[in-house]
């Protein structure tokens, strides 16, 4: 499915591709000062880091190992958040490294909490969070979150990686998903 598949009145523009790119290189430059000298073991969560983890590390001047997780949530409803599990872990040996997780949206923080405990408990030197969006007034756990790239609305957002249902996660642009009323 392309966004011109789509009922184009349901879909708003909300980054361009010039936005997302200042994002990117906004969170790059803070982590080259922060990590500078050291080496940092990147922590995407799958799937829908691919394509800022892919922008994002580029942009980096340091040593960096990158690995890759995804979780699943099961039985999760309206009024039960489910069981976390991974069901691709990474093969990277963290213990001792500096650890950086690469979201591309934090929403209820329960899928990053689950994952930031897990990866704690090898005795990495550290773990610090990293996301491009960040709907921080959805948080239901407490999880720290250091690096935001911009703060936004409780919304539905498509592309650059964020699906609809499995959908629309290659476009290059934002959208948010307007309901009709
Ligand atoms: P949570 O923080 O554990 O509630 O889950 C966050 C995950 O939900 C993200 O990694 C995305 O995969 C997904 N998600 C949250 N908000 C959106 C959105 O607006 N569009 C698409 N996926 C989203
Ligand atoms: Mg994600």
């Given amino acids: 499915m392309s966004k011109s598949n789509l009922d184009e009145k349901s879909?708003?523009?909300?980054?361009?591709?010039t936005d997302i790119e200042s994002i990117v290189t906004s969170l790059a430059n803070q982590i080259?000062?922060?990590y500078e000298g050291q080496q940092v073991v990147l922590v995407g969560?799958?799937?829908g880091c691919c394509i800022f983890m892919a922008d994002f590390c580029r942009q980096l001047k340091l040593d960096v190992e990158i690995d890759f997780v995804r979780m699943i949530s099961q039985g999760r409803s309206l009024t039960e958040p489910g069981t976390m599990s991974i069901v691709k872990d990474i093969t990277t040996d963290i213990r001792g490294k500096h650890v950086l997780i690469v979201e591309e949206i934090i929403d209820s923080g329960r899928a990053l909490k689950f994952l930031y405990d897990?990866?704690?408990a090898?005795?990495?030197a550290s773990v610090e969070v990293l996301t491009f969006l960040d709907k921080r007034g959805k948080r239901m756990v407490d999880v720290p979150v250091k690096y935001s790239g911009r703060l936004i609305e409780d919304q539905f957002l498509v592309g650059y990686g964020l699906d609809l249902e499995e959908k629309c996660r290659n476009l290059p642009d934002i959208y948010f998903l307007k309901y009709p009323n």
Avoid: E, G, I
């Avoid at 879909?11 to 591709?17: A, V, Y």
């Fill in 11 to 17: 879909f708003t523009k909300f980054l361009n591709q």
């Fill in 32 to 34: 080259n000062r922060a």
């Fill in 45 to 47: 969560v799958l799937k």
């Fill in 118 to 120: 897990r990866l704690k």
């Fill in 122 to 124: 090898s005795q990495p």
